[in-house]
């Protein structure tokens, strides 16, 4: 069974960072791609970042430059750090392991001042 438990959220200021964490339970983390995404009120579910178990990163337009995708394989743990904030950043992010299509119960973000 796998399970994706996310954590990191909270409230920033437009021009904070944040690290969102994204712990896996389960065996063969690093040999599967992982991936964030988030859900803003009343929109679709959007596709924010991925990293291949290679360590290929990939982001949408929208965070190229300002997220950062990193994962940590001794720990299970994948990472989005988000700099340079903005209020349309804010959202409920999940991770999500493609293989299996499992998702965490999503860390929410909010960017305010």
């Known amino acids: 069974q796998v399970q994706l438990v996310e954590s990191g959220g909270g409230w920033v200021q437009p021009g904070g960072s944040l690290r969102l964490s994204c712990a896996a339970s389960g065996s063969g983390f690093s040999i599967y791609a992982m991936a964030w995404h988030r859900q803003a009120p009343g929109k679709q579910r959007e596709w924010v970042a991925a990293i291949t178990s290679g360590g290929t990163t990939t982001y949408a337009d929208s965070v190229k430059g300002r997220f950062t995708i990193a994962r940590d394989n001794a720990k299970n743990t994948v990472y989005l750090q988000m700099n340079s904030l903005k209020p349309e950043d804010t959202a409920v992010y999940y991770c999500?392991?493609?293989?299996?299509?499992?998702w965490g119960q999503g860390t929410q973000v909010t960017v305010s001042s």
């Open positions: 999500r392991r493609g293989v299996g299509d499992y």
